[in-house]
């Protein structure tokens, strides 16, 4: 329906990036809906081309310069400020019913029957399952809820000091109200439940329809080499599947670079691509290699001993509990799904 969209956020080039390939993923699966990307005022003339060559509407929200009601609600709560230009999103009605994702996030099927779902419709967040993750959501824009939300900013704030402290606490009846607006976890499949939970992904995880790279290590943070389809990135940060970030680098290269490249024409700029990953660059750096062959962690070949001394279980422990668990190295998904398989034998 035309009056039904995908919307995303992106803040600067990085994130730009990564709404670039979330909108050639809706497009290669065949999505009916119209794309609209939010855009900072930081983000490039370049990229904002691009952005318009996948998005059927590109609009610039800057909170500050506003001197709207976001303007005001900004002075009183300048630590907010992402949050107020996430929640311009309920202005845009001329839309009746739209699904917000996170510019992190990657479609890997048609997701177009969210659409039958009401506001405010998210699966649950897999640190706190009674509170809704805010990376995928349906919603319906509204200028009354727009205005009623950045009131509640300004009296309450955020409890997580981002806009998902600020919408479960507006939605505070998602957790019990009504089970239709929880959102199957297959919508917002997050690197963390991966391993907290591998049984369950190793169950599910095949129908999984979107997935969420939450974390600080987002997949534009890797580089990666189109020819001999390998990644490279910090052992120590990552905290996505292997299989995922391929099919998200994968998309990027094929499509994304060669748009980009089309707009920077002679002028250079980082695709994250190269030609050849440096061997002696990558012990340095203590980073793995994904390939696309095996898709095996940097633990389980000759990098391995680039990682550095082992653990003590106690030591381990105390890692996991902490957020902090080695995903490249011992606590990586195969050790893992090797150790959880035979006592599962």
Not at 305 to 325: D, F, M, T, V, Y
């Amino acid at each position: 329906m035309a009056d039904q969209a995908f919307v995303t956020l992106a803040t600067n080039d990085s994130y730009a990036r990564g709404a670039m390939v979330l909108g050639k993923s809706l497009r290669n699966h065949n999505t009916s809906k119209k794309l609209v990307a939010l855009i900072g005022p930081h983000v490039s003339e370049a990229c904002q081309s691009v952005l318009k060559r996948i998005f059927d509407e590109v609009r610039v929200v800057d909170v500050m310069d506003s001197g709207d009601a976001a303007h005001l609600a900004m002075m009183k709560r300048p630590d907010l400020g992402v949050t107020f230009t996430k929640l311009h999103c309920w202005t845009l009605t001329h839309y009746s019913k739209c699904v917000f994702m996170d510019a992190d996030t990657l479609v890997l099927s048609n997701i177009d029957e969210l659409f039958d779902r009401e506001e405010l419709s998210a699966a649950p967040d897999p640190g706190w399952p009674d509170c809704f993750n805010s990376g995928v959501f349906v919603f319906c824009p509204s200028m009354e809820t727009y205005g009623k939300l950045l009131q509640f900013c300004t009296e309450h704030g955020s409890f997580d000091g981002g806009d998902q402290g600020v919408l479960n606490g507006y939605f505070d009846t998602w957790a019990t109200a009504d089970i239709s607006k929880h959102l199957p976890f297959i919508y917002n499949l997050s690197s963390i439940a991966i391993y907290t939970y591998l049984p369950a992904f190793k169950q599910y995880g095949g129908n999984a329809k979107v997935v969420h790279f939450l974390g600080k290590t987002k997949p534009w943070s890797y580089t990666f080499d189109p020819k001999a389809k390998q990644i490279a990135g910090s052992v120590h940060e990552a905290t996505s599947h292997p299989t995922f970030l391929l099919d998200w680098w994968t998309l990027y290269s094929s499509t994304v670079v060669p748009m980009l490249q089309e707009q920077y024409g002679d002028q250079p700029f980082q695709s994250g691509c190269v030609e050849s990953l440096p061997i002696h660059l990558i012990k340095i750096q203590y980073s793995e290699v994904v390939t696309c062959e095996s898709q095996q962690f940097a633990s389980q070949s000759s990098y391995a001993q680039a990682l550095g001394p082992q653990l003590s279980s106690e030591e381990r422990k105390q890692k996991w509990e902490q957020g902090q668990a080695d995903y490249m190295g011992m606590d990586s998904f195969d050790n893992i799904k090797r150790k959880l398989d035979s006592f599962l034998k």
